[in-house]
């Protein structure tokens, strides 16, 4: 029995233990997190609260701005709609006040009116009636009856009226005359607006950009060889200087520049710059610009509606597009003239086809040879008459600029179409250095009359403008200087088309107000 009591407390100790041994390894430490853990849980739940209640409070706050805010945005803009409203009720009630008053007047006119027609009525009556009673009185003192008496104030009143009538015609005559010069330059405006050519500015240089700076080394070649060879092939002058990746080709001849350009161009491409070379690439050229001459004129005939015209003379064609006249373009010159003939020729009844052949064909001598020597309208006359041309288009051919006389009405479309074509602003270029001399010597010649105060020259010298002192020249006195700057004009310069002579006198009265 001991024993067993023994083995009891035995247990029971060592049960102890272990249960003691167990708290303070496991249980004891776990008890102590899941605290802490509980004790972070409720102090991040209160943060979290105060966060909420905080954020809470910010859009409360928020929402009841922005409800101010909208609340006084509605307050002002019902404000100003109240004000506009006002405003509009204001001007409703002038205007009705205006009608009113408008009303009342148009009332008191009309009665005004009736009182004064009724006026009129009675005295229109009185005056038949005193009209009667004097035609009676007349006759009963002349003795006339009332039909002699007509005769006789009618052939009294067309003795008076006689000078008047002559007047009268000789004002419906140049009337005529005027409207007659009107419609006419109307059909020279329209013309020339229904026709429209874009010039381009060429010169006698070709500038030919090079890859590199090293080209012009290797287009000189070793001791010049092969530059020489270049301007003897090609017959133009090959200018190398201090611009860089640049060489010029210069020639008056326009074709053999451009073969010189083609050329040139072929060699750097290829890239044997040699003499032999040189020649290969020339005689190719020459093809090029020969089958380029007979594209232009192919072009140029289709252009202008020409149809029907020998080869060579589309190939002489063709070589105008290579010539300049003043800058201008003789291909596309002559193109417009042609179109510029059909148009006269259409609005003048006159035949279409000579007046369109003529004017296309009409600067062909310019590209002819120099073994035709003389005008080249003469020239051009000849070489069409060489491949049996109509009479009436070598006419008008050779009188283009008067070297024959213009004996059909053709020619003379064709020299008019000429000069338009050639004095429209913008169709030729005159050198800076002329350009300027003409404009100073125009206005010093408006400034050297008395009373002038200033003079611009405007629209490229075609007008004049004089700005005269208005209290030296009167309206009289304007009108006056106009004539007499236009007559010194005509006397003492040289000028292309026509120059309009402005006169403007102007009075400005100016006071301050204080």
């Known amino acids: 029995m001991p024993v067993i009591l023994l083995a009891l407390l035995w247990g029971v100790g060592i049960a102890a233990v272990l249960t003691l041994s167990l708290y303070g390894l496991w249980l004891r430490p776990n008890l102590r997190s899941a605290r802490h853990e509980r004790e972070e849980a409720e102090f991040l739940q ?17 929402a009841k701005e922005e409800a101010l805010r909208l609340r006084e945005k509605a307050e002002a803009e019902l404000s100003e709609k109240k004000i506009a409203l006002a405003r509009q009720e204001d001007k409703l009630s002038a205007r009705d006040e205006a009608v009113e008053r408008r009303r009342g007047q148009l009332e008191e006119r009309e009665n005004s009116i009736l009182a004064e027609q009724k006026r009129l009525v009675e005295r229109n009556e009185d005056l038949v009636r005193r009209a009667a009673t004097i035609d009676e009185e007349l006759q009963r003192v002349a003795k006339l009856k009332r039909e002699d008496a007509r005769e006789l104030v009618l052939k009294k009143v067309e003795a ?6 002559v007047k009268r015609g000789r004002q419906i005559e140049a009337e005529a005359i005027q409207e007659a010069e009107r419609r006419a330059k109307k059909i020279v405006l329209d013309t020339i607006q229904r026709n429209v050519v874009d010039y381009v500015t060429e010169a006698t240089l070709a500038v030919i950009e090079l890859p590199s700076e090293d080209m012009k080394g290797r287009i000189i070649g070793r001791e010049g060889r092969n530059i020489r060879a270049f301007e003897q092939v090609t017959g133009v002058d090959l200018i190398v200087d201090e611009t860089p990746e640049a060489v010029v080709i210069s020639c008056f001849d326009p074709v053999r520049r451009e073969v010189a350009r083609l050329t040139l161009m072929n060699l750097m491409v290829d890239g044997r710059i040699h003499p032999s070379r040189i020649e290969e690439l020339h005689e190719k050229a020459q093809h090029e610009v020969e089958r380029t001459i007979k594209e232009a004129g192919e072009r140029a005939s289709e252009r202008a509606n020409v149809h029907g015209l020998p080869p060579k003379v589309i190939e002489m064609m063709g070589r105008l597009r290579f010539r300049t006249s003043y800058a201008q373009n003789v291909l596309d010159h002559s193109v417009e003239v042609s179109r510029l003939a059909v148009m006269f020729a259409s609005e003048l009844g006159l035949n279409v086809e000579i007046a369109k052949r003529a004017g296309f064909l009409h600067d062909i001598g310019k590209a002819l040879g120099p073994e035709w020597e003389g005008p ?37 479309l064709v020299i008019i179409s000429d000069s338009i074509s050639a004095s429209r602003p913008g169709a030729r270029r005159e050198s800076l250095e002329n350009y300027l001399k003409r404009l100073t010597a125009l206005e010093g010649l408006a400034n050297s009359f008395p009373g002038v105060e200033r003079s611009y020259a405007v629209q490229a010298g075609r007008e004049i403008r004089l700005i005269v002192k208005p209290s030296e020249i009167d309206d009289l006195g304007a009108a006056r200087m106009a004539n007499d700057v ?13 120059i309009k002579v402005t006169v403007i006198r102007e009075t400005r009265v100016q006071q301050v107000a204080k």
């Open 46 to 62: 209160r943060k979290l609260e105060k966060e909420a209640e905080l954020r809470l409070n910010e859009v409360t706050l928020a």
């Open 160 to 165: 008076e009226f006689h000078d008047v009538a």
């Open 376 to 412: 080249h309208a003469i020239t051009g006359m000849e070489f069409l008459r060489g491949l049996d041309e109509k009479e009436p288009v070598l006419i008008a051919v050779g009188a283009h600029h008067f070297e024959i006389e213009p004996s059909t009405p053709e020619a003379m």
């Open 486 to 498: 236009a007559k010194r004009i005509e006397s003492e310069l040289e000028y292309p088309g026509q």
